[in-house]
């Protein structure tokens, strides 16, 4: 190497490592500076590529710009250079960041891409693929089981032989998580009392970090949800109990509580309920005071029906929350529970609205559970014309309601609502049976597994942070060629400048405001096998409000009696 370029190496060497300081002090102005210097140095230095993105990660932009910038950033040095191409880190990178930004397919496309260039010594790149394919699934009809689990013990598999403990727990949770959608609890059961013991094994000095605290209670409240699946309600009740009395309190104690409140739902005595709720009210914080509280509240007085304090919660909780549909349903129900029928219709059409409403930011089971919650809006709406005697608005809600059903995979109230609109037709004259329906406890309960983001931290262990000082390692010899990328419309999201002024990449620009995706990359290589799984297309199904329904004004205080 001629001595002006190793002179160039070791000036951009320098300043990447005063990035990477002024990065562990928070320093982003600083650490930018130093980063860019060190890009006009060396344009392919992967380390300082890597330092940028977990620079553009803590800056003060939401999540979606921080995480659009990383890979607009990735992209096009990418695109700029074949050397950055064969580094499996970059690749890595990516695909958390499509992760991040709800685009599966790109972030299926991108480990894999990892993974074929670095298959074990990164045990991280099995579990990252195990959560894209949760993701993927959550957007696609399910996949064949046994399709699914080689690539889930595969990542287990490697885990344990590299003996890193931190991706084993997240291989054991993602396992358990596959054969809970798969309706296998006791395995899944299984996987969760693995992740336990193996966070308990981790050294005195690590036990008691945050992120530690976060992972076990996510796991309890797991476990305790799929106890009472299980028929084991009270067994559930105790392990949130468990959780509730060793664990500090945190956020995710919070939600623990709220897990908590709505096993005791069902109890025949809502008391218990109802304190637990109201003793969490009082102590949380105006910050930290999670609207499912004061939901759940409006919830168990409704069930005692007591309508105007379950009227003034759910009040309480649309402060909190004003684009959940959740106490909009429940609003239409307890109008609809007093006869306040224009009330009601307005309440349940405002939650199919929300429910509805395109936003490209909430993660594909937000939007699948959205959608349910939709559907139960329509049955609600189909009650409210019944009483008013408009059969064939009834008949359309009913019809709405099953197609949303469907499109879930939610078969049984699908039928209902079916028969339901058949009874109606061939019978219009005579007096339906009212129903007020709402949103069913059980659906929240398996929505809150779901909200895992929060605790899965493969950026956070001891050997990753260690891999963004190692050089980068050799070109990959059975890389293909540079792979193709374009720009797609499927999200649009701006890309603002950040207050710090994140330096200037010296590779050609994306437009502004969307979001880089690939094409023509493989799908990954299953461990046990020699083909590509078989991935169903996704369902295109969109099932609209009519527009007499999508009022998007708030009804009227309720008139008590």
Known sequence: MPMFQQYDSLVADTYSACGKLALDMDLLPLAFQFLSKALDRNPIHIVTLLLLCDGYKKDTATVAQNHTRVVELLVNSINSNSEIARDYRIWKELALSYAKLNIPHDALNSISQALAMEPARDSSLWVIQSRVLLLLISVTQQQPFKTLLAYFNKAVEVSTTQQDVHMQVEAHICLAQLYHRYGDFNEALNEL???????????????????????????????????????????????????????????????????????????????????????????????????????????????????????????????????????????????????????????????????????????????????????????????????????????NAYRQSSALFRSENDLLNAQEMEQRCNLLMASPHQKQTLTIPDVPVQLLLDMALHEDQSVFSVEETPKQSQMHLSPPPPPAANVSSNPVFRTSGKVSRTSNASPHNSPPVHTKRVSAGTTPTMRNVQLPIPPSQHHSPVLVQQMNMSVQPSASHSTGFEPSPMAMV
């Open 193 to 395: 009392t693995n992740s336990l013991n193996l966070l308990n094994s981790i050294l005195y000095h690590e036990s008691y970090s945050r992120a530690r605290f976060d992972k076990l209670t996510y796991i309890y409240k797991f476990i305790a949800t799929l106890e009472f699946k299980s028929n084991r309600s009270i067994q559930a009740k105790r392990v949130c109990q468990e959780a509730l009395t060793t664990l500090p309190h945190t956020d995710q104690i919070q939600q623990m509580i709220i897990t908590l409140a709505q096993l005791c739902y069902f109890d025949a005595n809502p008391a218990a309920g109802i304190k637990t709720l109201t003793d969490e009210i009082n102590l949380a914080l105006p910050d930290h005071h999670p609207f499912m509280l004061d939901y759940l509240l409006g919830r168990f007085y409704s069930k005692l029906d007591d309508s105007q304090k379950s009227y003034e919660h759910y009040q309480i909780a649309l402060q909190h929350n004003q684009k959940s549909p959740l106490p909009w349903i429940s609003v239409g129900a307890v109008y609809l529970k007093t006869g306040q029928l224009h009330d009601s219709l307005t309440a349940y059409s405002q939650a199919v609205s929300l429910a509805l409403q395109e936003d490209l930011s909430m993660a594909p089971y937000t939007i699948k559970f959205y959608r349910l919650f939709a559907a139960f809006a329509w049955f609600g709406i189909s009650q409210v014309y019944g009483e008013t005697h408009q059969v064939q608005d009834s008949v």
